[in-house]
């Protein structure tokens, strides 16, 4: 089945610099990738997602890029703030009517003031 | 819009206890929800898929007659984990869609089960 390698585990930066998280599916036919952003006992929330069909995302300071080659996408979030220290969450999924979401290990980000 | 209610919040319960949580769309028509289960500091853990009206799809490894889904209306999934064991403490979290919109999956807060 999919499976969806996350890294890193944690990251820390300072306010103001980018923060980079890099995720790989296995499943070659996966053709929609969201990333969810997960603040500690809350829910899931969809910040930005691509499908395949699309190289890269941009959204404000978030951004995603896709390279279905290497089978690996990516989250950038530029000039860090401390409100954007969460989990952070990739997930991959193969589309259709029932697909589900297979998810990442999550990455703990930390944006020090 | 793309509400999750889930209901409820936080549960303590005894061993042995019987426990039903809630999914509900607000403002839409889901026609797909999820289930997960997320351990402290761990991914989300998908557990079952379910379709208005349709039995529910197990992900391998998740015991069907100890989670029971009812996904009864477009707009209400219930999990009930029987007889709660202390090992089935875990946040489990649900999410709904609606397909026919393509919609992505929105979550519900979460429910912090505790059994003692």
Sequence with gaps: GENVEQHPSTLSVQEGDSAVIKCTYSDSASNYFPWYKQELGKRPQLIIDIRSNVGEKKDQRIAVTLNKTAKHFSLHITETQPEDSAVYFCAASKGGATNKLIFGTGTLLAVQP | ?116
């Design chain 2, 1 to 116: 819009g793309a509400v999750v209610s889930q209901h409820p919040s936080r549960v303590i319960c005894k061993s042995g206890t019987s426990v039903k949580i809630e999914c509900r769309s607000l403002d839409f028509q889901a026609t797909t929800m999820f289930w997960y289960r997320q351990f402290p500091k761990q991914s989300l853990m998908l557990m079952a898929t379910s379709n208005e009206g349709s039995k529910a799809t197990y992900e391998q490894g998740v015991e069907k007659d100890k989670f029971l889904i009812n996904h009864a209306s477009l707009t209400l999934s219930t999990l009930t984990v029987t007889s709660a064991h202390p090992e089935d403490s875990s946040f489990y979290i649900c999410s709904a869609r609606d397909d026919r919109a393509g919609q992505p999956q929105h979550f519900g807060d979460g429910t912090r089960l505790s059994i003692l």
